[in-house]
């Protein structure tokens, strides 16, 4: 279950990511409760998210080709140096009491240029850090780091926000990343192929990835149930200071709560993926995720209960971690090292990029309808993926 461990790059690269991601969910949650608090409006959580993630669909394909010809160590140190610099201004301004939501806009949408290079290339670093035949258990692992930061992080946030207000948040997340730019600096001799050279100018590179993870049916596949999974299953998470606040009536230690029960389920879930001895089958624990989900989607749309909306929020992780890191592993095991940078540049843009599109007609809707309402809606748009896409997913 932990032979990626045993390899000290990874380690490094494992515990530090650990730390900084603790900091970002407690920024993420505290980001939320911020925006909601200035402005009362879920179409506003909505639109930050969009903002926030837009860059990473705009510049995917472009970003995709600059990993691919890039030095993967070097370019991730840039983004994590870059992403600490951010954290720490949105601290400065919340601590000086001059933070507005314009503030919050201009932030978020340079955090998303940040992170439309930086995913893709950590997607591909954890994959160089470790022989192949332990990527799928990097990969793995790595989920559960990031939904066991997911249970620290938000539970740190509600605590954090309750007695010393959003900024304490963020400038935790500004310190954070030390430890993850010390991690990646000590690391040695990460087996990395030499950058290729580019074999014709951005827009034939990009067209080049396009027609290579498109004509691949297996791929072209994955990424088609990631899209649905984006506009229409994960935007539930942007909705959650709506059910804390106005349908739990549990405020900001129920907001953190029911973010860390999500992230608990995840981590389960993540490390039974880790568990696996290859990666055969993910397309079948896509399908199985998929409807999942629309289990625990319909369940969060009914409770009016906060112990009830934990355990179902418990299982949106468990399920959702399933599709995901599935996801994840089929495209890097299915794609060819000169492609591999592209295609999971696709993976961000459809998995990051696209579910704030869904997270803003979430936002608006359910401003209109009610959060619960909405939430319904998305519960019948994830149980017809899977039962659209289930027979072809489980032929990957």
Not at 53 to 79: E, M, N
Not at 133 to 138: L, W
Not at 306 to 313: D, L, V
């Amino acid at each position: 279950m932990f032979a990626a461990l045993s390899h000290r790059n990874f380690r490094l690269f494992f515990f530090g990511q650990f730390v900084s991601l603790t900091g970002s969910w407690m920024q993420n949650t505290a980001q939320a409760w911020l925006i909601y608090r200035l402005t009362r409006d879920p179409l506003m959580l909505g639109l930050v998210a969009l903002v926030a993630q837009l860059p990473v669909l705009v510049l995917g394909f472009y970003a995709g080709f600059a990993v691919d010809h890039a030095d993967h160590l070097r370019l991730v140190k840039r983004t994590q140096f870059l992403a600490m610099i951010q954290a720490a201004l949105l601290a400065l301004l919340t601590w000086g009491g001059q933070i507005e939501v314009w503030h919050v806009f201009a932030l978020s949408l340079g955090l998303g240029v940040v992170n439309a290079f930086d995913m893709p290339a950590r997607q591909v670093l954890i994959g160089e850090l470790v022989p192949v035949e332990h990527r799928h258990n990097a990969i793995a692992l790595n989920s559960t780091i990031v939904n066991a930061s997911r249970i620290v992080g938000p539970a740190l946030a509600g605590l954090a926000i309750a007695y010393a207000g959003e900024a304490g948040c963020f400038a935790f997340n500004a310190v954070s990343y030390v430890a993850v730019l010390f991690a990646l600096k000590a690391m040695r001799h990460v087996r990395q192929p030499p950058p290729s050279e580019p074999r014709g100018g951005p827009w034939r590179e990009i067209g080049d990835g396009m027609a290579y993870a498109f004509g691949h049916e297996p791929i072209r596949l994955v990424l088609m149930a990631l899209t649905v999974v984006g506009l229409v299953g994960l935007p539930v998470y942007t909705l959650m200071p709506v059910f804390a606040e106005d349908v739990l009536h549990s405020g900001a230690k129920g907001l953190g709560i029911l973010s860390s029960f999500s992230g608990a389920g995840a981590m389960i879930g993540a490390l039974a993926l880790a568990g696996r001895r290859g990666a055969a089958g993910m397309g079948a624990e896509m399908v199985s995720g998929s409807a999942g989900m629309a289990v625990a989607l319909a369940g969060m749309a009914w409770s009016r209960h906060f112990g009830a909306s934990c355990f179902f929020m418990a299982l949106m992780g468990w399920f959702a971690i399933r599709v995901l890191a599935g996801a994840n592993t089929a495209l890097q095991e299915l794609s060819d090292d000169r492609h591999r940078g592209r295609v999971m540049s696709f993976y961000s843009m459809i998995f990051i990029g696209l579910s704030p599109v869904g997270s803003f007609v979430a936002g608006g809707v359910a401003s209109r309808i009610g959060a619960a309402w909405t939430t319904a809606g998305m519960a019948v748009g994830m149980a017809a993926l899977a039962a659209g896409y289930g027979k072809r997913l489980r032929s990957i």
